[in-house]
């Protein structure tokens, strides 16, 4: 069952498997015309910000807490608010994130229980 204690952080391959969702995220991102916006709020260089989610949905799906080892606290809606995220900058995040999702190979199950669970970030991040 997904969302028990490690259960999705080890669906998911633990930090490795993390770590290539989120690189494959910040690629997708930077190549998909609908994300230029959300795109354009970011260094030139993703390396920082595929660090920064990775360690942050590994805490998120159970596993150890890096962000804020790493960088201390966060609320991602709070920090979000400087930018006017509206519907269609929510949805070129979510699209984003649902091609990195289809590329791992993780059971379907896991996978639509994971794209459920992103809307839900996305969705408290939306300013507008």
Known sequence: ?????????????AEPGIRA??????HHMDREAQASTIRSWHKDDLDDMADRLASFVCGWLGGPRLYSQKFGPISIPSYHQQFDIGEAERDAWIHCMDLAIEEQNWDADFKRYLKAQFRIPAERCRSR
Do not use: P, R, T
């Not at 069952?1 to 391959?13: P, R, V």
């Not at 969702?21 to 910040?26: D, K, N, Q, S, V």
């Open 21 to 26: 969702l989120c690189a494959a995220f910040y």
């Open 1 to 13: 069952m997904f969302g028990a204690q490690d259960s999705s952080y080890q669906a998911a391959g």
